[in-house]
């Protein structure tokens, strides 16, 4: 009697510690609704959007757990990119930009979060080019819920500016499109 | 005058031959040196809209060309050209025959990619007919880089081919592209 109580204690605080700390938390970047799109001055007079339009990853998203509880990992398939120009496009995925052949992916890999469930920073990794430097995104929780077909779902929008050269990729393309400005609208789908 | 005889071509398959080559080449110069060009030259929008332009007048003249050499008499080889050569030549005229195709058709293929036409100086635009997968227009690009320098080496062994008939063989191949009028036996040797 006194054994089996214990037990199903037991079972039951294992239950309540492992719920939250896998399933609650983990999400799977759904590819469909996430973009990693940015932003660059076209000589000074306009701006260029480009879109990367493979991306995959995950996240932990955890309301509960505070700034330690929260990550995640964006891999983006860098000869995706598209800004609606063939042979821009094509220069892009070129050695004298991305080098696509050289380098398939992207990748954005946290190392810390402050803030709290609503919104803060994300410091990582940017894994681009080749060339891997600690950058600090601002990020934004969107929204999270049920989804319609029985799913749960979180999504958040971050930026962050980089300098095209500290990545290698310092063409040319005049002094007011040095830097520019990436953008990444993540959802995903808890696991 | 305009057909072409037994012996000789008429100026009609002259003209396509010359304005063809003349298109051909420059349209592999012009593509070699506008993929070098940096954002700040003033060339590096034109050139590129120039080099597709030409690709489509190319591909049309080359078509052209083909129609009306089913209805045109065909000059045989002249004597100078020996048997191997003879079988050498129809195949290099062929290859370079596919490639006034495929070369203009894998740019079109590269440049509608994205789903934009190709304007024609301004007269006219060539829609995106196809839609390009990301496989298909890699496939496109290196087709593309490879047989225009591949082509062009084929270019110059057609010429090459063409001086030895006419100096070392003394033949009259090079000669009978430049006039069009049958002039038999007596002018194996070129004007000066």
Known sequence: MIKRTLGAALAATVLAFSAPAADAADYTIDSGHSFVQFKISHIGVSWMIGTFETVSGSFTYDSEAGPEGQSITVEIDTASVDTNHAERDKHLRSADFLNVDEFPTATFVSSGYEGDAEGGVMTGDLTLHGVTKAIAIDVKKVGEGKDPWGGYRAGFEGAVTITRKDYGMGYNLGPSSESMELFLFIEGTRN | ?192
């Open chain 2, 1 to 192: 005058m305009w057909r072409s005889g037994k012996d000789h071509y008429g100026l009609v398959a002259i003209g396509f031959h010359w304005t063809i080559a003349v298109a051909f080449t420059g349209l592999v110069g012009l593509g070699a040196w506008m993929v070098g060009l940096t954002y700040y030259d003033p060339w590096y929008n034109d050139s590129l809209a120039l080099h597709k332009a030409i690709g489509i007048v190319v591909l049309a003249l080359a078509l052209a060309k083909f129609g009306w050499k089913l209805a045109d008499r065909k000059p045989g080889f002249g004597p100078e050209v020996r048997a191997y050569e003879r079988a050498g030549a129809t195949a290099t005229h062929w290859i370079l025959g596919a490639l006034l195709v495929v070369l203009p058709v894998t740019g079109y293929l590269i440049s509608t990619s994205e789903g934009a036409g190709i304007d024609v100086f301004g007269l006219f635009e060539v829609p995106a007919f196809f839609d390009v997968t990301a496989g298909t227009r890699d496939l496109a690009i290196h087709l593309h880089y490879y047989l225009a320098y591949g082509g062009i080496a084929l270019v110059g062994i057609h010429a090459g081919a063409a001086f030895k008939h006419t100096f070392i063989d003394k033949g009259s191949t090079l000669i009978r592209m430049l006039i069009p009028r049958s002039r038999s036996n007596s002018v194996d040797q070129p004007e000066k």
